[in-house]
């Protein structure tokens, strides 16, 4: 392994609307890259979308020069939109996602009672990783790792000494993502902490995410020792027993996410949109009482 797929560059833009960070990871200017996480913009109020958070990651790919090869997603996101469909027709490359997605259309299928072409075979995707399948992105080599419990559909990508673990985890004074939506599960999530902990302690980890307490800056870069010593959820010394309670406990009061509704929708369907109707409009469904 060369010293630069060792250790790959790696540019986090934040969208300070949904508290994401969208990731590009690649070897130098002139190299090939993945998008990781995109971010397309969202008003709940007028249901309108707009590309400003992408237009900042096209605006970074160009002026590196920089050539897309993947569009990645962690998991179907509950808390923005994707901006994966957009992005692949400005800059190309091909979209994936972890293979359970299946499971996370099944579900959201029935939930939303989506048209019956809806398919769930992940066929909106141009690829489903499966577990610690290889991911090339030029000279660049990583790989899928699955982490379940936020979602049954989680995995983090690895890319020489940096790991992108979704919601996971957040930064060490955050803690751990929620286990409540359909298909979460605490103890499965506290497993997928422990597997992306025992990775060497100098990994640099990288949030989907982040939510600063106290008026702290926002960051969003952190690494295994750090996880390890003061991660307010899975420091090193907590059970199972202990997160799988603090985890149940937390999560029966949180409300839902703002964008839970659309968004699931949307990345679903990596980012496309649902088909527009006989009046040329594309509508996104509100459940009542379901979630």
Request: net charge negative; proline share 6%.
């Amino acid at each position: 392994m060369t010293t630069s797929s060792a250790k790959p560059q790696v540019h986090g833009i934040f969208d300070p609307a949904t508290w994401t960070v969208t990731y590009v990871v690649h070897q130098g200017p002139g190299t090939a890259c993945a998008i990781i996480d995109s971010v397309l913009d969202y008003d709940p109020k007028s249901g309108r979308t707009r590309h400003t958070s992408a237009a900042k990651v096209i605006d970074y790919v160009r002026s590196n020069r920089l050539q897309v090869q993947w569009i990645l997603e962690t998991h179907a996101h509950a808390d923005h939109l994707t901006a994966a469909s957009y992005l692949k027709a400005q800059l190309g490359g091909k979209t994936a996602i972890g293979s359970h997605i299946t499971t996370v259309q099944q579900v959201f299928k029935g939930i939303f009672n989506l048209e019956p072409g809806f398919a769930v075979d992940g066929s909106q995707f141009d690829h489903l990783f499966a577990e610690d399948e290889e991911i090339k992105v030029g000279e660049l080599s990583g790989k899928t790792l699955y982490v379940p419990g936020h979602t049954p559909a989680c995995v983090a990508y690895q890319f020489g000494d940096a790991v992108f673990v979704g919601d996971t985890l957040f930064m060490p004074d955050v803690g751990t993502a929620r286990c409540d939506f359909p298909g979460g599960d605490a103890k499965a999530l506290y497993a997928s902490t422990r597997k992306l902990l025992s990775l060497p302690a100098d990994t640099r980890l990288f949030m989907c995410h982040d939510y600063p307490p106290n008026g702290r800056e926002v960051s969003f870069e952190s690494t295994v020792a750090e996880q390890r010593a003061r991660n307010i959820h899975v420091h090193d010394g907590i059970t199972e027993a202990q997160f799988v309670e603090m985890r149940t406990r937390r999560d029966a009061g949180l409300e839902m996410p703002v964008l839970i509704l659309p968004a699931v929708q949307i990345n679903i369907r990596a980012g496309e949109m649902p088909p527009k109707e006989a009046n040329g409009v594309a509508y996104a469904k509100i459940p009542l009482n379901a979630l």
